[in-house]
């Protein structure tokens, strides 16, 4: 099971990103992936949720109306459109998978049993 995490980099704030999660060794419909994100100093919080068979999502709010996280289950990827960046969206962004897939557990980030090894975001002008 693996997960590799892309679409990091530096933007200037007001702009947008796009980071892309692509798994291999399992299939993403028997789980609920989430984003997360960590700053320096700071633990990780939990950005977006989705569930891979059925499509329902969640965000924090932090994330409400700025973020998206959709999936394409034939590239087994999961994305997360991140728009309206600020300096506060800094940090090591990684997505993960929930063998428990969807329920009231998914924003729990102990709840994830894999994970990728993140990529980073720079929010700075």
């Known amino acids: 099971v693996q997960f590799v995490e892309s679409g990091g980099g530096l933007v200037k704030p007001g702009g947008s990103r796009r980071l892309s999660c692509v798994a291999s060794g399992f299939t993403l419909d028997d789980y609920a992936i989430g984003w997360f994100r960590q700053a320096p100093g700071k633990e990780r919080e939990g950005v977006s949720y989705?569930?891979?068979?059925?499509?329902?999502?969640v965000y924090a709010d932090s994330a409400k109306v700025r973020f998206t996280i959709s999936r394409d289950k034939a590239k087994y990827t999961v994305h997360l459109r991140m728009n309206r960046l600020n300096p506060d969206d800094t940090g090591v962004y990684y997505c993960?998978?929930?063998?428990?897939?969807?329920?009231?557990?998914?924003?729990?980030?102990?709840?994830?049993?894999?994970w990728g090894q993140g990529t980073q975001v720079t929010v700075s002008s």
């Open positions: 989705i569930a891979a068979s059925h499509g329902n999502t």
């Open positions: 993960a998978a929930n063998r428990r897939g969807w329920g009231p557990w998914i924003q729990d980030v102990y709840e994830y049993d894999y």
